[in-house]
């Protein structure tokens, strides 16, 4: 597997376990955050001592077939730059940047959220104007600018991947702007699967362990990143594109 892939929300959660995946795949990676510190960290993890200039968090596509540090000459490489999905130019500038290091891109993940306040504790008559807008801006604004400004430099074949959880469709107490974020973010996908060539679809992976969701009860995020990558490259793309695909199909995929 070779293929250049962009993640949003990267340095943390589902988004970190899906780079690590795709980097042991042979990926190339662009991983982004709002925490720059947090996306060199990343990176230089990622890349296990490649050949690139992790304190940066740059690197060139064959860093991960380095020998050098005891890079794995099986790798992947990791790429990452500062990025906040509330402002549409960072995005703007990072998918430029990934087209000009790898080449066009075969699959994104719209994947950074955030939640104002704790899963089960964010009751929605409670939830401020800031609050709300802040979540609805990077939630579900966020994955509307991300695919737009990822749409330029897209492979022909390429998959935009919206993760998101029963939340969004099912009506549970206390998670107040989150919830319709999430619903919101589903209807973004939707309307592109239907105006794109691409292929346009969103994941769901259960609870998982994540600083959004609570970590008690939950599966942890490097047990469901197959799914993610699997959803990205080998799911047929009319199932995926315009719907929701979830650990029953993956596991009934690849049993």
Request: proline share 4%; aromatic share 6%.
């Amino acid at each position: 597997m070779d293929p250049t892939v962009a993640i949003t929300g990267a340095t943390s959660g589902i988004g970190r376990a899906v780079a690590e995946a795709f980097v042991d795949e042979g990926a190339f990676v662009a991983v982004s955050g709002r925490d720059g510190d947090a996306v060199d960290r990343t990176v230089a993890a990622l890349n296990e001592g490649g050949d690139g200039d992790e304190g940066s968090g740059e690197s060139s596509r064959n860093g991960g077939e380095s020998g050098d540090g005891g890079a794995r000459t099986d790798a992947g490489t990791a790429w990452g730059a500062r990025v906040d999905v509330r402002d549409e130019f960072d995005l703007e500038r990072f998918f430029e940047r990934v087209a000009r290091e790898a080449g066009p891109i075969d699959a994104v993940f719209a994947n950074a959220a955030v939640f104002h306040g704790g899963p089960g504790e964010s009751p929605t008559d409670e939830t401020s104007y800031a609050a709300y807008d802040d979540t609805m801006r990077t939630n579900a604004r966020g994955v509307f600018a991300t695919i737009s400004e990822a749409v330029p430099h897209l492979a022909e074949d390429a998959r935009i991947v919206v993760p998101s959880g029963a939340v969004a469709h099912e009506s549970r107490p206390g998670m107040g702007a989150y919830a319709a974020s999430k619903a919101a973010a589903e209807g973004i996908a939707r309307g592109f699967a239907a105006d794109l060539d691409a292929t346009v679809g969103v994941v769901d992976p259960g609870l998982v362990a994540t600083d959004l969701t609570g970590k008690e009860r939950a599966r942890e995020p490097e047990s469901v990143a197959p799914l993610f990558v699997w959803a990205a490259t080998e799911a047929p793309a009319e199932e995926l594109n315009g719907e929701r695909l979830g650990l029953r199909e993956w596991k009934a995929a690849t049993r």
